[in-house]
């Protein structure tokens, strides 16, 4: 069964501060990795996209990084802001045309 | 982000109506997706459809809700005899292939009282 699990649950950091949010996938076969940020109230947007050839990839502060071997993910966020604060959705996708697979998310609130 | 559109972005309903949302894919895009947010979780898959195809309906519950994408027109996704339950935002998103990026609408928060 395709799984996507993520972890923390939830994350509270101070302002300025580093944090790192994983993704663990059974996905198979694998297609793609995508990571997505959730405001409150709004549709997830896109923040990277990775496929099985690529180990990382940047969106500004947002650092994604892919190990296709050991199916996990990261997503690194550098020197935080009040605006991080959402709920961030690992997204997997298999190698045929279908729905992808979901995490439940990590809610991540950061503080003056 | 703002290439899908969904309407209304608000609906309130009695328990025993019908609520119809409505989501016009981004352009060129003919694959579409719904999913359900309850309060405090995560997205859930509901129903995958290309033009005028249900494609994977998995997630659909059995009974009151279905979904369609015609040839002409937005996907509308339809839910017969309303419970408190029903209540959530729900998402419809879209993408070009089934494998590609999906982008989502800023949703539909359905109340039901």
């Known amino acids: 069964k395709n799984q996507v699990e993520q972890s923390p649950q939830s994350l509270i950091i101070l302002e300025g501060k580093n944090c790192t949010l994983q993704c663990n996938y059974t996905v198979s076969p694998f297609s793609n990795l995508r990571w997505y940020k959730q405001d409150t109230g709004r549709g997830p947007v896109s923040l990277t996209i990775?496929?099985?050839?690529?180990n990382t990839k940047s969106n500004g502060r947002y650092t994604a990084t892919l190990d296709a071997d050991t199916k996990q993910s990261s997503l690194h966020i550098t020197a935080s802001q009040l605006s991080d604060s959402a709920s961030y959705i690992c997204v997997v996708s298999a190698t045929y045309a279908g729905k992808s697979t979901f995490g439940d998310g990590t809610t991540l609130t950061v503080k003056p | 982000n703002a290439g899908v559109m969904q309407n209304p972005r608000h609906l309130v309903r009695r328990r025993g109506q019908e609520a119809r949302l409505r989501c016009s894919p981004m352009k060129g895009h003919s694959h579409v997706y719904w999913y359900r947010q309850l309060p405090e979780e995560g997205l859930k898959f509901m129903v995958y459809?290309?033009?005028?195809?249900?494609?994977?309906e998995s997630g659909m519950p059995k009974e009151r809700f279905s979904a369609e994408f015609p040839k002409e027109g937005p996907s509308i996704l339809r839910i017969q005899q309303v419970v408190r339950g029903d209540s959530a935002a729900y998402f419809c998103a879209s993408s070009q292939a089934g494998v590609d990026t999906i982008y989502f609408g800023e949703g539909s928060w359905l109340t039901v009282v």
């Open positions: 990775m496929t099985f050839s690529e």
């Open positions: 459809l290309q033009k005028e195809n249900i494609i994977d």
